[in-house]
Protein backbone atom coordinates (compact mmCIF):
# COMPACT_ATOMS: atom_id res chain seq x y z
CA UNK A 1 0.00 0.00 0.00
CA UNK A 2 2.78 2.33 0.92
CA UNK A 3 4.88 1.97 -2.10
CA UNK A 4 1.84 1.59 -4.36
CA UNK A 5 -0.52 4.65 -3.20
CA UNK A 6 0.92 6.88 -0.18
CA UNK A 7 4.12 7.21 -2.06
CA UNK A 8 3.35 8.04 -4.87
CA UNK A 9 1.28 10.90 -3.91
CA UNK A 10 4.01 12.19 -0.98
CA UNK A 11 6.34 12.19 -3.97
CA UNK A 12 4.23 14.63 -5.87
CA UNK A 13 5.40 17.33 -3.50
CA UNK A 14 8.66 19.12 -1.86
CA UNK A 15 10.19 16.57 0.11
CA UNK A 16 10.79 18.99 3.44
CA UNK A 17 7.72 19.89 3.41
CA UNK A 18 6.31 16.33 2.89
CA UNK A 19 8.73 15.53 5.78
CA UNK A 20 7.45 18.23 7.85
CA UNK A 21 3.34 16.86 7.23
CA UNK A 22 4.45 13.24 7.58
CA UNK A 23 5.27 14.18 11.01
CA UNK A 24 2.23 15.86 11.62
CA UNK A 25 0.19 12.91 10.20
CA UNK A 26 1.77 10.15 12.21
CA UNK A 27 1.58 12.49 15.47
CA UNK A 28 -2.20 12.71 14.54
CA UNK A 29 -3.05 9.18 13.73
CA UNK A 30 -0.97 7.95 17.16
CA UNK A 31 -3.21 10.63 19.05
CA UNK A 32 -6.48 8.74 17.66
CA UNK A 33 -5.30 5.75 18.68
CA UNK A 34 -2.93 4.09 16.18
CA UNK A 35 -0.02 3.67 17.48
CA UNK A 36 -1.12 0.54 18.86
CA UNK A 37 -2.36 -0.44 15.45
CA UNK A 38 1.25 0.10 13.76
CA UNK A 39 2.79 -1.49 17.02
CA UNK A 40 1.14 -4.85 15.97
CA UNK A 41 1.73 -4.44 12.49
CA UNK A 42 5.50 -3.48 12.29
CA UNK A 43 6.59 -4.71 15.71
CA UNK A 44 8.41 -7.57 16.45
CA UNK A 45 9.58 -8.73 19.92
CA UNK A 46 11.34 -12.07 20.29
CA UNK A 47 14.26 -12.45 22.42
CA UNK A 48 16.26 -14.30 19.55
CA UNK A 49 16.35 -10.36 17.78
CA UNK A 50 17.92 -8.81 21.05
CA UNK A 51 21.30 -7.75 20.88
CA UNK A 52 23.75 -6.07 23.45
CA UNK A 53 26.53 -4.03 22.68
CA UNK A 54 28.61 -1.01 24.82
CA UNK A 55 26.43 -2.58 27.57
CA UNK A 56 23.27 -1.54 26.46
CA UNK A 57 20.70 -3.85 25.60
CA UNK A 58 18.52 -3.13 21.93
CA UNK A 59 15.22 -5.11 21.68
CA UNK A 60 16.17 -5.42 17.92
CA UNK A 61 19.35 -4.48 15.73
CA UNK A 62 17.17 -1.96 13.56
CA UNK A 63 17.21 1.36 14.44
CA UNK A 64 16.44 4.91 12.70
CA UNK A 65 19.93 7.14 11.88
CA UNK A 66 20.29 10.45 12.80
CA UNK A 67 18.58 13.01 10.30
CA UNK A 68 15.24 11.66 10.58
CA UNK A 69 13.75 13.01 14.27
CA UNK A 70 16.54 16.14 14.85
CA UNK A 71 15.03 17.90 17.23
CA UNK A 72 13.69 14.56 19.23
CA UNK A 73 10.22 15.13 18.48
CA UNK A 74 8.50 12.77 17.57
CA UNK A 75 11.00 9.39 18.36
CA UNK A 76 8.17 7.67 20.64
CA UNK A 77 5.53 7.71 17.77
CA UNK A 78 8.19 6.49 15.39
CA UNK A 79 9.11 3.45 17.42
CA UNK A 80 5.97 2.15 16.93
CA UNK A 81 7.43 1.04 13.27
CA UNK A 82 9.50 -1.47 15.03
CA UNK A 83 13.08 0.07 15.36
CA UNK A 84 14.82 -1.20 18.11
CA UNK A 85 16.58 2.02 18.81
CA UNK A 86 16.36 5.89 17.60
CA UNK A 87 19.17 8.32 16.86
CA UNK A 88 18.13 11.62 17.58
CA UNK A 89 20.18 15.16 16.02
CA UNK A 90 22.32 16.25 14.68
CA UNK A 91 22.01 18.52 17.62
CA UNK A 92 23.88 21.81 17.94
CA UNK A 93 24.37 23.60 21.21
CA UNK A 94 22.65 26.75 19.79
CA UNK A 95 19.25 26.68 17.73
CA UNK A 96 20.13 27.53 13.48
CA UNK A 97 18.03 27.53 10.41
CA UNK A 98 20.64 25.58 8.61
CA UNK A 99 21.42 26.03 4.70
CA UNK A 100 18.97 28.20 2.39
CA UNK A 101 15.87 26.34 0.72
CA UNK A 102 15.96 24.55 -1.56
CA UNK A 103 18.11 21.97 0.19
CA UNK A 104 16.65 18.36 0.04
CA UNK A 105 16.28 16.71 -3.64
CA UNK A 106 14.56 13.67 -4.13
CA UNK A 107 16.61 11.51 -7.02
CA UNK A 108 13.83 9.00 -8.08
CA UNK A 109 15.48 7.00 -10.45
CA UNK A 110 18.42 6.38 -8.28
CA UNK A 111 16.76 5.83 -5.31
CA UNK A 112 18.27 8.21 -3.34
CA UNK A 113 18.38 11.77 -1.86
CA UNK A 114 20.49 14.66 -1.93
CA UNK A 115 20.58 16.92 1.19
CA UNK A 116 22.65 20.26 2.49
CA UNK A 117 20.42 20.87 5.25
CA UNK A 118 23.17 22.31 7.10
CA UNK A 119 22.51 21.08 10.64
CA UNK A 120 19.06 22.85 10.84
CA UNK A 121 17.74 22.07 14.58
CA UNK A 122 16.06 23.74 17.35
CA UNK A 123 18.86 23.27 19.67
CA UNK A 124 20.11 21.17 22.70
CA UNK A 125 17.70 22.72 25.14
CA UNK A 126 14.80 22.15 22.78
CA UNK A 127 16.16 18.56 22.77
CA UNK A 128 16.28 18.01 26.12
CA UNK A 129 12.73 19.19 26.87
CA UNK A 130 11.72 16.72 24.44
CA UNK A 131 13.36 13.96 25.81
CA UNK A 132 12.47 14.89 29.26
CA UNK A 133 9.74 12.22 29.16
CA UNK A 134 11.86 8.85 28.45
CA UNK A 135 12.93 8.86 31.79
CA UNK A 136 9.64 8.65 33.22
CA UNK A 137 8.25 5.34 31.39
CA UNK A 138 8.73 1.61 32.90
CA UNK A 139 12.07 0.32 31.91
CA UNK A 140 10.36 -2.12 29.41
CA UNK A 141 9.08 0.23 27.43
CA UNK A 142 11.76 3.34 27.49
CA UNK A 143 13.24 3.81 23.73
CA UNK A 144 16.79 3.40 23.30
CA UNK A 145 18.18 6.79 22.00
CA UNK A 146 21.16 7.85 20.09
CA UNK A 147 22.27 11.78 20.73
CA UNK A 148 23.89 12.82 17.37
CA UNK A 149 26.17 16.20 18.35
CA UNK A 150 27.73 18.36 16.05
CA UNK A 151 28.96 21.98 16.15
CA UNK A 152 27.19 25.31 15.18
CA UNK A 153 28.17 27.05 11.61
CA UNK A 154 29.24 29.83 13.20
CA UNK A 155 31.24 28.17 15.93
CA UNK A 156 35.09 29.82 15.11
CA UNK A 157 37.54 26.58 14.72
CA UNK A 158 39.14 26.92 18.11
CA UNK A 159 35.68 26.57 19.54
CA UNK A 160 34.47 23.46 18.26
CA UNK A 161 35.20 20.88 21.23
CA UNK A 162 33.33 23.82 23.56
CA UNK A 163 30.28 22.88 21.48
CA UNK A 164 30.37 19.40 21.17
CA UNK A 165 30.97 19.37 25.24
CA UNK A 166 28.22 21.29 25.57
CA UNK A 167 25.75 19.23 23.86
CA UNK A 168 27.26 16.13 25.36
CA UNK A 169 26.34 17.43 28.96
CA UNK A 170 22.67 18.54 28.29
CA UNK A 171 21.82 15.46 26.63
CA UNK A 172 24.04 12.94 28.79
CA UNK A 173 21.23 12.10 31.32
CA UNK A 174 18.99 11.50 28.66
CA UNK A 175 20.29 9.61 25.91
CA UNK A 176 22.08 6.28 25.99
CA UNK A 177 24.85 6.64 23.47
CA UNK A 178 26.81 9.40 21.79
CA UNK A 179 28.11 9.87 18.22
CA UNK A 180 30.25 12.68 17.59
CA UNK A 181 28.97 13.52 13.62
CA UNK A 182 32.61 15.01 12.29
CA UNK A 183 31.95 13.45 8.88
CA UNK A 184 28.77 15.34 7.40
CA UNK A 185 29.55 17.36 4.03
CA UNK A 186 27.37 19.88 4.68
CA UNK A 187 29.33 21.64 7.73
CA UNK A 188 31.69 24.23 7.84
CA UNK A 189 35.61 23.28 7.90
CA UNK A 190 35.11 19.85 7.48
CA UNK A 191 38.85 19.87 6.89
CA UNK A 192 39.70 19.92 10.44
CA UNK A 193 36.49 17.47 11.78
CA UNK A 194 38.51 14.88 10.00
CA UNK A 195 41.92 15.15 10.66
CA UNK A 196 43.52 12.59 13.01
CA UNK A 197 45.43 14.85 15.57
CA UNK A 198 41.85 17.06 16.21
CA UNK A 199 39.83 13.82 16.48
CA UNK A 200 42.17 12.70 19.13
CA UNK A 201 41.86 15.82 21.27
CA UNK A 202 38.16 16.22 20.42
CA UNK A 203 37.43 12.25 21.80
CA UNK A 204 39.55 13.16 24.88
CA UNK A 205 38.04 16.03 25.69
CA UNK A 206 34.47 14.11 25.48
CA UNK A 207 35.89 10.88 27.80
CA UNK A 208 37.39 13.39 29.92
CA UNK A 209 33.77 15.32 30.85
CA UNK A 210 31.80 11.51 30.41
CA UNK A 211 34.14 10.40 33.41
CA UNK A 212 32.28 13.16 35.35
CA UNK A 213 28.99 11.70 35.59
CA UNK A 214 28.10 8.52 37.70
CA UNK A 215 27.46 6.61 34.57
CA UNK A 216 29.49 6.86 31.53
CA UNK A 217 27.99 6.52 28.01
CA UNK A 218 29.22 4.91 25.15
CA UNK A 219 30.70 7.17 22.72
CA UNK A 220 30.60 6.27 19.00
CA UNK A 221 32.35 8.29 15.86
CA UNK A 222 30.52 8.77 12.50
CA UNK A 223 32.59 8.49 9.57
CA UNK A 224 32.10 9.43 5.65
CA UNK A 225 31.62 6.38 2.99
CA UNK A 226 34.30 8.32 1.16
CA UNK A 227 37.79 7.54 2.88
CA UNK A 228 40.15 5.81 1.40
CA UNK A 229 42.10 2.66 3.10
CA UNK A 230 44.36 4.92 4.24
CA UNK A 231 42.01 7.06 6.17
CA UNK A 232 40.34 3.79 7.21
CA UNK A 233 43.66 2.50 8.67
CA UNK A 234 43.67 6.23 10.62
CA UNK A 235 40.15 5.07 12.28
CA UNK A 236 41.30 2.04 13.30
CA UNK A 237 43.89 3.48 15.32
CA UNK A 238 42.01 6.19 16.37
CA UNK A 239 39.66 3.73 17.83
CA UNK A 240 42.32 1.72 19.75
CA UNK A 241 44.11 4.95 21.16
CA UNK A 242 41.31 6.46 22.13
CA UNK A 243 39.23 3.52 23.09
CA UNK A 244 36.23 4.93 21.74
CA UNK A 245 32.94 2.18 21.89
CA UNK A 246 32.19 1.60 18.11
CA UNK A 247 32.23 3.60 14.82
CA UNK A 248 29.02 4.43 13.16
CA UNK A 249 29.80 3.63 9.06
CA UNK A 250 28.48 5.56 7.62
CA UNK A 251 27.46 9.00 6.81
CA UNK A 252 26.44 10.67 3.46
CA UNK A 253 28.77 10.53 -0.02
CA UNK A 254 29.81 13.50 -1.80
CA UNK A 255 30.40 10.79 -4.78
CA UNK A 256 28.12 11.18 -7.33
CA UNK A 257 29.40 8.23 -9.95
CA UNK A 258 27.12 6.18 -11.91
CA UNK A 259 23.76 8.63 -11.12
CA UNK A 260 21.42 9.04 -13.22
CA UNK A 261 18.22 11.52 -11.64
CA UNK A 262 18.14 14.98 -13.34
CA UNK A 263 19.38 16.33 -10.62
CA UNK A 264 22.16 14.64 -9.96
CA UNK A 265 24.41 17.70 -9.93
CA UNK A 266 22.69 19.16 -6.76
CA UNK A 267 25.65 20.14 -3.75
CA UNK A 268 24.87 17.73 -0.94
CA UNK A 269 25.48 14.81 1.12
CA UNK A 270 24.08 11.25 -1.10
CA UNK A 271 21.96 8.90 0.24
CA UNK A 272 20.22 5.67 -0.50
CA UNK A 273 20.90 3.13 -2.96
CA UNK A 274 23.54 4.06 -4.46
CA UNK A 275 26.12 4.92 -1.20
CA UNK A 276 24.68 1.04 0.03
CA UNK A 277 27.53 -1.02 -1.66
CA UNK A 278 30.17 1.52 -0.52
CA UNK A 279 29.35 1.22 2.89
CA UNK A 280 29.20 -1.89 3.01
CA UNK A 281 32.92 -2.07 2.13
CA UNK A 282 34.00 -0.07 4.67
CA UNK A 283 32.52 -1.81 6.83
CA UNK A 284 33.75 -5.01 5.74
CA UNK A 285 37.32 -3.11 5.92
CA UNK A 286 37.05 -1.95 9.40
CA UNK A 287 36.17 -5.23 10.88
CA UNK A 288 38.68 -7.23 9.26
CA UNK A 289 41.38 -5.08 9.62
CA UNK A 290 40.41 -4.33 13.30
CA UNK A 291 40.15 -7.58 13.91
CA UNK A 292 36.61 -6.99 14.52
CA UNK A 293 38.05 -5.03 17.91
CA UNK A 294 35.10 -2.94 18.22
CA UNK A 295 31.19 -2.36 17.00
CA UNK A 296 30.06 -1.04 13.48
CA UNK A 297 26.29 0.34 13.55
CA UNK A 298 26.41 -0.16 9.74
CA UNK A 299 23.88 2.82 7.67
CA UNK A 300 23.61 3.72 3.82
CA UNK A 301 21.67 2.48 1.14
CA UNK A 302 19.36 -0.35 3.23
CA UNK A 303 16.93 -0.35 1.10
CA UNK A 304 15.83 -4.33 1.14
CA UNK A 305 16.61 -7.09 3.75
CA UNK A 306 20.03 -8.10 1.20
CA UNK A 307 21.15 -4.68 2.08
CA UNK A 308 20.58 -5.32 5.85
CA UNK A 309 22.07 -8.64 5.82
CA UNK A 310 24.96 -7.76 3.74
CA UNK A 311 26.06 -5.18 6.28
CA UNK A 312 25.93 -7.60 9.02
CA UNK A 313 27.67 -10.25 7.24
CA UNK A 314 30.69 -7.62 6.55
CA UNK A 315 30.57 -7.13 10.66
CA UNK A 316 28.22 -4.36 11.36
CA UNK A 317 26.34 -5.58 14.48
CA UNK A 318 24.08 -3.64 14.52
CA UNK A 319 22.13 -1.50 11.60
CA UNK A 320 20.01 1.80 10.67
CA UNK A 321 18.14 2.71 7.87
CA UNK A 322 17.37 6.49 6.84
CA UNK A 323 16.97 6.79 3.32
CA UNK A 324 15.06 3.35 2.35
CA UNK A 325 12.42 4.01 5.37
CA UNK A 326 11.14 6.79 3.14
CA UNK A 327 11.28 4.78 -0.78
CA UNK A 328 10.34 1.46 1.44
CA UNK A 329 8.24 2.87 4.08
CA UNK A 330 7.60 1.05 7.28
CA UNK A 331 7.49 -2.77 6.18
CA UNK A 332 11.04 -2.39 5.58
CA UNK A 333 11.78 -2.73 9.30
CA UNK A 334 9.84 -5.17 9.76
CA UNK A 335 11.00 -7.33 7.15
CA UNK A 336 14.46 -6.97 8.14
CA UNK A 337 14.13 -8.30 11.43
CA UNK A 338 11.67 -11.11 10.59
CA UNK A 339 14.82 -11.91 7.90
CA UNK A 340 17.72 -11.67 11.16
CA UNK A 341 15.12 -13.95 13.04
CA UNK A 342 15.00 -15.94 10.95
CA UNK A 343 18.77 -16.67 10.10
Not at 93 to 116: H, V
Not at 157 to 165: H, R
Not at 259 to 276: A, D
Request: aromatic content about 10%; some cysteine; hydrophobic content about 40%.
Amino acid sequence: MYKLIIRPILFLFDPEKVHHFTFSLIRFLTNIGFGGIFRNIYQIKKPKLERELFGIKFPNPVGLAAGFDKNAVLYKELSNFGFGFIEIGTVTPKAQIGNPKKRLFRLKEDQAIINRMGFNNKGVAAAVEKLKSNLSVPFENKIIIGGNIGKNTQTLPENYTQDYLECFKALHPYVDYFVLNVSCPNVSSHAKLNDKDYLEELIAAVQKCNNTFDKQKPILLKIAPDLNNDQLDEIIELVAITKIEGVIASNTSVSREGLISENKKEMGGLSGKPVSNKSTEVIRYLHKNSNGSFPIIGVGGIHSVKDALDKIEAGASLVQVFTGFIYEGPSLVKKINKAILHK
